[in-house]
T-cell receptor, first 113, second 111 residues
């Protein structure tokens, strides 16, 4: 797992509630990513970070925000969860400069009722 | 639309056969490609990669072929085993900072 921990691993919440998913790495890598995975869509990039307080949007960033106040943690926040955000969320890190080989966490399954 | 896609959502093979999983990409500027394997309940795991200055790269039982003329990528698995059953994704590096993934092919191996 290249030292990647996601929490929580499973969460059930209600529409309109805020949710924060945490990705923690132990190896001090610069690049971190959040993807969501849905049947028929594969993995889609939500946001990524290229350093502390440096983040950028991916292809499906609407409804999500991220923060990276320290190298080891990358937080994904759903300010007001919707049922369309029910998904499995994967955090990944790149051990190089930019998007080379990515190492993924085990995923966080979120269900929005 | 998707820049990276796979031709078939599912592929069924017999144990011992060779498997070929295909992927088409649309961005001719992409310079780096990776194949990932994802087992049920787990995150994707790296299999093999290839840069755009190469046509072929071999690993252990796996080979990736890149045809830049038709923007096609394939993963060949030799002597497929039941443990190879998983979802396989191709991914491309378009802008240097993130990987874009295809939708995946589910490989089922029967013994």
């Amino acid at each position: 797992d290249a030292g990647i921990t996601q929490s929580p691993r499973h969460k059930v919440t209600e529409t309109g509630t805020p949710v924060t998913l945490r990705c923690h790495q132990t190896e001090n890598h610069r690049y971190m990513y959040w993807y969501r995975q849905d049947p028929g869509h594969g993995l889609r990039l939500i946001h990524y970070s290229y350093g502390v307080k440096d983040t950028d949007k991916g292809e499906v960033s609407d409804g999500y925000s991220v923060s990276r106040s320290k190298t080891e943690d990358f937080l994904l926040t759903l300010e007001s969860a919707t049922s369309s955000q029910t998904s499995v969320y994967f955090c990944a890190i790149s051990t190089g400069q930019g998007a080379g080989e990515l190492f993924f966490g085990e995923g966080s399954r979120l269900t929005v009722l | 639309g998707e820049s990276v896609g796979l031709h078939l959502p599912t592929l069924s093979v017999q144990e011992g056969d060779n498997s070929i999983i295909n992927c088409a990409y649309s961005n001719s500027a992409s310079d780096y490609f990776i194949w990932y394997k994802q087992e049920s309940g787990k995150g994707p795991q790296f299999i093999i990669d290839i840069r755009s200055n190469m046509d072929k790269r071999q690993g252990q039982r796996v080979t990736v072929l890149l045809n830049k003329t038709v923007k096609h990528l394939s993963l060949q698995i030799a002597a497929t085993q039941p443990g190879d059953s998983a979802v396989y994704f191709c991914a491309e590096n378009q802008a240097g900072t993130a990987l874009i993934f295809g939708k995946g092919t589910t490989l089922s191996v029967s013994s």
